[in-house]
């Protein structure tokens, strides 16, 4: 069961999320976990004309070099992954955790320097997104860790993660890009507008959009994917969310997260699990405490809270929000080192306003 999934998953990737051409330069990012996804990754660029090269890390290496390495370590620019990013006309990210609480007892400070330190390979690798010079995607592999915060069994996972990939269809390739137009229809629609509303247990926001576009993610940046997104101009959200998901990122988790937002900066900040992580991220930089994103997820073929954002943001009839850096497809301005998406379910009840017009309600679109 499920024997052909490597194979399938890596043919969607080639052919319709990265596009691989004759020539490119593929840098494809995994360990040990992911390597069936790896072979079959490599053979499919191969078969297209294109060039792969793999950079395997070792699973949870990280939590070591994070505790051990002095400052100077860790604001190194490894001048052989500034390279790859720098000249690969391709990236494939591979999430494929062996523990996803492997940061968990880490100074969250640590972290959060860690991450500063490393900001010019961070910008630099938006850059080329941004200019789309890089073409790039993530996406996943089924491992007992994820399965386990899923609470599921390494099997049904692995069910989960074919069919939110599409993989269950005859054609997964003409799936994708059957969403990809439903969603541009929807993109074209929000286009030329200029405020949402969100109203609905825990949340009572707004935002102005005016000038900047909303885009549709259909399997291109993300595989599994299904959103569609905008970046709200810096300094108009006010209002307040009660996140009924909880956050995670960088393999730490924060429950109950309640953010209230005042001319586009939070000013108010609690969590019932893990504040100290929460603050330790709000004060990273100064564009930390902003919006950078606010999404609508649309993948109907996510409907449960696995603990893996990847999948978790693309729930249909959910949405996002990401403090700090922004997408520059967007018309975002925001600059920052982290880009944390926090998930509110509004399936059983809230609705979103557009202009005052009724647009999404109840997790279901209305126009």
């Known amino acids: 069961m499920y024997e052909?999934?490597?194979?399938?998953l890596a043919n969607v990737l080639v052919e319709h999320s990265v596009r691989i051409q004759p020539g490119d330069f593929v840098l494809i990012d995994g360990n040990p976990n992911a390597v069936p996804l790896i072979e079959a990754l490599v053979m499919a660029v191969l078969r297209r004309g294109g060039f792969p090269h793999v950079q395997v890390d070792l699973p949870d290496l990280y939590e070591r070099v994070i505790q051990v390495a002095s400052d100077e370590q860790l604001a190194f620019i490894n001048p052989i992954r500034a390279a790859a990013i720098e000249k690969a006309d391709v990236r494939i990210g591979i999430i494929a955790p062996s523990n996803t609480r492997?940061?968990?007892?880490?100074?969250?400070?640590?972290?959060?320097?860690?991450?500063?330190?490393?900001?010019?390979l961070i910008e630099k690798l938006h850059a080329r997104i941004g200019d789309h010079s890089l073409r790039w995607n993530v996406t996943a592999w089924p491992t007992n860790a994820a399965a386990q915060d899923a609470e599921m069994g390494l099997l049904a996972y692995t069910g989960f993660v074919y069919k939110a990939c599409g993989l269950d269809h005859d054609d997964p390739v003409a799936y994708w890009a059957n969403m990809r137009e439903q969603q541009l229809r929807l993109t074209a629609w929000l286009n030329g507008k200029n405020h949402v509303e969100v109203r609905g247990p825990g949340i009572d926001l707004s935002y102005d959009f005016t000038g900047r576009p909303w885009c549709s993610s259909?399997?291109?940046?993300?595989?599994p994917d299904g959103e569609v997104y905008s970046s709200p101009i810096e300094d108009s959200v006010n209002g307040q969310v009660a996140f009924n998901f909880p956050a995670r990122y960088q393999g730490r988790e924060v429950s109950g997260v309640r953010l209230v937002f005042k001319d586009g900066r939070v000013v108010e900040a609690s969590a019932e699990r893990g504040e100290d992580y929460l603050f330790?991220?709000?004060?990273?930089?100064?564009?930390?405490?902003r919006l950078g994103e606010f999404s609508i997820g649309t993948n109907r073929g996510i409907q449960q809270y696995t603990g893996e954002t990847?999948?978790?943001?693309?729930?249909?009839?959910t949405i996002?929000?990401?403090l700090g850096n922004?997408?520059?497809e967007t018309g975002g301005q925001n600059k920052s080192a982290i880009h944390w998406d926090m998930i509110h379910d509004l399936r059983s009840g809230g609705q979103i306003l557009i202009d005052g017009e009724p647009f999404f309600r109840n997790g279901k679109f209305v126009v």
């Open 218 to 223: 259909h399997g291109e940046l993300n595989l």
């Open 4 to 8: 052909d999934m490597a194979p399938r």
């Open 280 to 289: 330790s991220q709000l004060d990273l930089d100064e564009g930390a405490r």
């Open 310 to 317: 990847l999948f978790d943001e693309k729930i249909g009839g």
């Open 320 to 322: 996002h929000m990401a």
């Open 326 to 328: 922004s997408y520059t």
């Open 102 to 120: 492997a940061l968990a007892a880490v100074d969250p400070a640590r972290i959060a320097k860690a991450q500063q330190l490393q900001r010019p």
